[in-house]
């Protein structure tokens, strides 16, 4: 199959539509909001889906990477969607290396930054921050070099405004589409769902027609990441070692710091 027919949908949560999540939970389990954004986040993902095969492509993937990966209505998306879900498999899109034209970021959220809705990196509860190369970094900035390493360039993404102004400075080139405004990490000013699908069919649209111009995002190997935690506990246990088999520098109570070989290598 033609990797130009086939597109790979990432899909997380926070960035959707009318999305605040409960203040001191974010959008874990059981807390208010979550049901809803995992609706909205279907509706959202079904318009990109829906505006990539009526633009002729042959495959797209769904990928539910909120959490434990199993939040979105299955039954609502599109039915020629393949759907990646769950937990456990220790990779940033699974079957990336199979060859894709593209990603796509849905309801991604900032990297900690202030008055951003619902920012984080990976997990708000563990890690304070994350830097490559001595610039922080979120999700979308680690998980479009995950894809840039199999040569698939990140075309579009939609969240909110601070998130959106992250990507761009990342991903110049991609298309973009923005939910809401931030007002604060449990606080913003929403488009109406109906608009913003209805913006991201049309966005999506666009990147499809201007693939040729899409770009990878990369990093070289041999980079320097820090991570800095929220509690000591997993700062003195934190596992990274360095390629020549040292563990990571520990500079202070919190933040652990060396370098890794491959962009992978975080997830391991």
Not at 104 to 110: K, N, R, S, T
Request: proline share 3%.
């Amino acid at each position: 199959m033609n990797k130009n027919k086939r597109f790979y949908i990432a899909v997380d949560l926070e960035g959707v539509a009318c999305t605040i999540g409960t203040p001191g939970q974010g959008l874990a389990q059981g807390s208010a909001g979550l049901e809803y954004a995992a609706l909205q986040g279907t509706k959202e993902a079904n318009a990109a889906a829906k505006a990539h095969f009526d633009n002729g492509a042959e495959e797209v993937w769904v990928w539910d990477c909120h959490g434990t990966g199993y939040n979105l209505k299955y039954d609502l998306l599109d039915k020629r969607c393949k759907i990646v879900m769950g937990a456990g498999s220790g990779k940033r899109f699974p079957g990336i290396e199979e060859g894709f034209a593209g990603v796509l970021f849905i309801g991604y959220h900032a990297y900690d930054t202030i008055d951003a809705v619902l920012c984080h990196v990976y997990s708000s509860a563990t890690f304070q921050h994350q830097k490559i190369n001595g610039e922080f970094v979120g999700e979308a900035q680690i998980d479009g070099a995950v894809a840039g390493k199999y040569g698939v360039p990140v075309i579009f993404a939609s969240s909110d405004d601070i998130c959106i102004s992250q990507m761009n400075a990342s991903f110049p080139w991609a298309e973009t589409v923005i939910t809401k405004r931030s007002l604060a990490w449990n606080s913003c000013v929403s488009d109406h769902p109906e608009t913003v699908c209805a913006n991201i069919y049309t966005g999506v649209k666009k990147a499809a027609y201007n693939l040729d111009k899409m770009l990878t995002f990369t990093y070289e190997q041999n980079f320097e990441y820090e991570i800095r935690y929220k509690r000591i506990e997993p700062a003195q246990g934190c596992h990274y070692r360095n390629p020549d088999g040292t563990l990571f520098a520990r500079p202070d109570a919190y933040t652990r710091v060396g370098v890794l070989k491959d962009i992978e290598d975080i997830f391991k």
